[in-house]
């Protein structure tokens, strides 16, 4: 391989994306605009993404003060429909908690955002969680008080003089995170949410992947919650602590209409996928071709259109709002020219896909079939980025005859043993351009001592052979016919893991009864 793009090679992105802190602390202008519906070539091909309808309304502000059930109180901004005289309009409007954040910072953007709504009939919060901005306390990100908070934001705009009582909760990363927690803990009057970017266990997804510390989220924890950093590495397996911020741990209360908007290139999108997986009949999966962030700005952005026509039904009780015609709608990555598009299937991966088995070969070739038995070697010898070459093992098929869909979540079933008493395997995949240039698609990780359970360690002998399963989070790529599909091996991949293990040599073996790759792909 000539070069090796550590980035996943994407459309043009917007200033509108998010920065790659943890949760990124959010800037102004990842928000909706005041825009409705897109439209263009990239638009789904669905009427509910082509939604929209006039404003009738101005929007009117009022800074309040959220009581809580402990006696304390929540900072929010409050945007209601109004008249041009700037007083609030007559009448009782369905209500949506638009985010519940650790952001203060950008609470007025977040309220420009708010206002493409307010000016279509909706209450719209933007609520401070306990201990940012004008919220007394400490930041504990979604800890059982917090979404205790989150229960009592919800029942107080219901209880407004100017509600109807039926409220939506909506938000990016850090709120997407609270929309779904709001969920599965079901307040009286919470009727649907929308989840942008969220996640589906704060451990998994974010803190320990595959059991392994990750330092991208450590600027964040200092920034936005400092005491994390003393908390979470009180636990570092999984336990009721994570637990009780978890959405998997509760899935089967994940009954509202759940609107998850997903992004391929996001870090995030592992959790989505499992989110929907858990409840297909009620979670709708809308997964674009966006990094971290809204998909307003970026690259086949879907506008409020739809988030609208999901409100309009679910909360404004308009049946004539449509909803997304399937269950999932998916755009094939990489981009224009390369893939298909905007595509939509009853479920996911799509009915059609399979499996498709490849085995590690001991001359560094991934193929169907049998070979002889044999083993490949690299050293551990962390803090090299990305890994030098003795510290990598690299696999790769033959050109492919035609092109081949990468459409849902892999597994690496590396079979290896250790010097060392413990190991990381990070088994990351990469799309192989016909002149050797590379592209990182997906990627996976696990620690040696973690592969049984993230609840308890499972002991690593030194020199005995260890089956190892690392999950590789799903994507929806295409690899061109000519192209090769190209599996690294490695201890580093710095910053999705912390390089944490002790040095030695890990012994990966191949061949007959050795290490597999299975994919889960669609022909044609």
Known sequence: ????????????????????????????????????????????????????????????????????????????????????????????????????????????????????????????????????????????????????????????????????????????????????????????????????????????????????????????????????LRTYAEHPLYDDFWRDRSVMSRWENLTLPTLEINGWYDRYRDGMVKNYRARPHNVWLVSGPWEHGTPEGQYAGIGNGPYLAWWDHWLAGDRRAPLPATHVTSYEVPGPGAGRGWQRFEQWPPRDARALTLRLGPDGTLRPGSAAPGVAAFDVNTGTTPPAEHQQLRFTTPPLRHDLVLAGDALADIRASFTATDGNIAAVLYDQAPDGTGTRITEGWLKASHRDTHTRLSPVEPGVVHPLGVHIWPVHHRLSAGHRLMLRISSDDYPQIDSDVPAGRVTVRTGAAGSTLRLTVRTG
Not at 107 to 124: I, L
Not at 163 to 176: E, P
Not at 201 to 215: A, M, V
Request: proline share 10%.
């Open 1 to 228: 391989m000539h070069a090796q793009r550590e980035n996943q090679q994407r459309p043009p992105l917007s200033r509108r994306a998010l920065c790659s802190l943890g949760l990124a602390v959010p800037l102004t202008a990842v928000l909706p605009s005041q825009a409705g519906a897109v439209s263009g070539p990239e638009l789904p091909p669905d009427p509910f993404f082509a939604y929209d309808r006039p404003a009738r309304y101005e929007v009117v502000r009022e800074d309040v003060k959220v009581p809580l059930r402990d006696g304390g109180h929540l900072a929010g901004q409050l945007y209601r429909p109004g008249t041009s005289a700037g007083q609030p309009a007559v009448g009782t409007f369905p209500g949506i908690v638009y985010e519940y954040t650790a952001y203060a910072d950008s609470a007025e953007a977040f309220g420009r955002g708010a206002a493409y709504f307010v000016r279509r009939g909706y209450n719209a919060l933007v609520c401070q969680v306990r201990g940012s901005g004008d919220s007394p306390g400490t930041v504990d990100p979604f800890s059982p008080q917090e979404q205790r908070d989150n229960h009592d934001v919800i029942e107080w705009l219901a209880r407004h003089p100017a509600s109807t009582g039926r409220i939506g909760q909506m938000g990016v990363s850090y709120g997407g995170h609270t929309a779904l927690l709001a969920a599965v803990n079901r307040p009286p009057h919470l009727k649907a949410v929308i989840p942008v970017n969220g996640l589906h266990d704060w451990y998994e997804n974010t803190i320990h992947r595959g059991g392994i510390y990750s330092p991208r989220i450590r600027e964040w924890q200092q920034t936005v919650a400092p005491d994390t």
